[in-house]
């Protein structure tokens, strides 16, 4: 029988906060920079220039269609060659899971955009708007409402999905506890204790999302 | 473009549209004097709501030409479609009215209102509110400016509505069966409403199918069936004797049914 020993894990204390803080800072970054591109991608897609749609619709199926672990280790190692510019890791992975992330996030955005009734763009250009204004008046704040909470969704997912950097060596909370595993020889107890900080984090936004959802579709 | 010292307020001349294969409008020339109140009714698939579209240029035709006012539109061959800010600024002066309402949901009533005159017209706020309370008041739901669309009856919706296009301050209006999706105890105080701009001298165009109404409120009918006009003529005229058998066959099928007695529809 296996015996625990969770009192081990408290020696590697600042070696874990500090790697939830890293974990935590890359998705803030990748999270932001990630709904940038989704706006791009979502309203490239969008555009009424076929050029415009197709490069958007190639940018989004692209990096849909990878796995994000392959995207990881390529942007790493084969971009750079091809390009000619050399990267840290944490650029790379950064940029990969921005991108990663934006191609989800331009199809939720899309999808709230053409989800508000033609009527509604209509009665703005009954009223004399421009399709920008119509856009920024009436769809656009109606669009957000309905992408909120796919948008945590799938920020949540990003979230857990900076665990995979480790592989390239960027010092996030999984690796962090790969270091203290390996220096322990209690990995067990080791990636409990990181499974129970990602659930500790995401759990109470999980809920916070749900409280949105309820409050918006009371506002509608 | 712009000429006229015409006394008609809409002109449209042979004017075509087509979605696909399927020619939607054939051939159409239209007439509204200032002031004149024109009823456009004809089975589903007859082309009038794509007619009144054409109007505003929500639906821009293959063809033909259209005039509102000073301002003409040519269609077709060589003809250079409008850019969006003029679309814009052409529609600005005429006001749509829909048949699913097409309320801003997310903004009050009030708020529904001054869009228009705040976005468009470039308004100050607190002017836009006075000519937004005036309009709902005008349209009997001054109490309501505070409330979301979604807690008002459809005919309540529907006033909104209107007030919202009137906030533009149009030379014309264009009703696309705006009262179609309303239970039919509803229906009354909208018509009310539109009678009512009628006899203030609007220029209007409705889509209908309101025979008793289109008779009472409006001094042109126009019959069409299959993208052309079929009938036109003084409404009571072509109500009380069509002279075509496609417009007899059509109205007297809404005589069976029992269209909306007069005295209900305009009390």
């Known amino acids: 029988m296996y015996q625990w020993d969770f009192g081990i894990l408290w020696s590697y204390r600042w ?3 500090n790697g939830l803080g890293v974990t935590v800072g890359f998705t803030v970054v990748i999270v932001v920079c990630g709904l940038l591109f989704g706006l791009l991608g979502a309203f490239g897609s969008l555009s009424r220039f076929r050029g415009l749609r197709l490069a958007a619709l190639a940018f989004i199926e692209a990096f849909r269609c990878t796995p994000i672990l392959v995207q990881l280790i390529w942007f790493y190692y084969a971009l750079p060659i091809l390009a000619g510019v050399e990267m840290t890791p944490i650029t790379a992975s950064a940029l990969a899971l921005s991108l ?55 920020s949540i997912i990003q979230f857990k999905n900076t665990s995979l950097v480790s592989v390239l060596a960027v010092p996030d909370l999984v690796y962090q506890s790969q270091v203290a595993a390996h220096d322990s020889y209690r990995p067990l107890e080791t990636y409990t204790a990181v499974a129970v900080a990602y659930a500790a984090i995401l759990i109470p936004l999980t809920i916070i999302v749900r409280r949105g959802e309820k409050r918006l579709a009371v506002s509608e | 473009m712009s000429e006229t010292n015409n006394t008609s307020k809409i002109e449209i001349r042979s004017l075509r549209k087509s979605f696909g294969n399927n020619e939607v ?41 259209v005039r509102v006012g000073d301002t003409r539109f040519a269609f077709g061959d060589g003809a250079k479609l409008p850019d969006v800010k003029t679309l814009a600024r052409f529609r600005a002066t005429t006001g749509m009215v829909f048949q699913h309402f097409n309320l801003f949901p997310h903004m009050t009533t009030l708020q529904n209102v001054m869009e228009g005159p705040v976005t468009v017209r470039r308004m100050a706020k607190a002017d836009a509110e006075k000519l937004a309370r005036a309009q709902l008041a005008k349209v009997g739901l001054a109490e309501k400016a505070g409330q979301y669309p979604a807690t008002l009856s459809g005919g309540q919706k529907q006033r909104v509505a209107i007030a919202r296009a009137l906030a533009m301050e149009p030379d014309v209006m264009l009703f696309d069966e705006a009262t179609s999706a309303l239970d039919p105890e509803l229906v009354g105080e909208v018509l009310n409403v539109m009678q009512q701009l009628a006899s203030e001298g609007m220029t209007m165009v409705i889509v209908t199918h309101e025979i008793a109404f289109a008779r009472e409120v409006a001094d042109r009918l126009i019959f069409m069936r299959d993208g052309v006009v079929v009938e036109e003529g003084p409404a009571r005229q072509v109500i009380d004797n069509p002279q075509e ?8 099928h809404f005589h069976r049914t029992g269209a909306l007695p007069a005295a209900n529809a305009t009390p």
């Open chain 1, 100 to 154: 990663y992330g934006g191609s989800f996030y331009s199809e939720i955005i899309r999808g709230g955009i053409v989800s508000i009734d033609k009527g509604q763009s209509e009665a703005g250009a009954a009223l004399g708007m421009t399709p920008g204004q119509s856009m920024r008046r009436i769809v656009l704040p109606q669009a957000i409402k309905r992408m909120i909470p796919a948008l945590m969704n799938h």
């Open chain 1, 15 to 17: 070696l874990f906060l």
């Open chain 2, 245 to 252: 058998a496609a417009t007899r066959a059509f109205l007297s």
């Open chain 2, 25 to 65: 409008l054939k051939n159409i020339n239209l007439d509204v004097a200032k002031g004149g109140v024109v009823a456009l009714i004809g089975p589903s698939g007859s082309g009038k709501s794509t007619l009144l579209r054409c109007i505003n240029l929500l639906v821009v035709p293959d063809g033909g030409s």
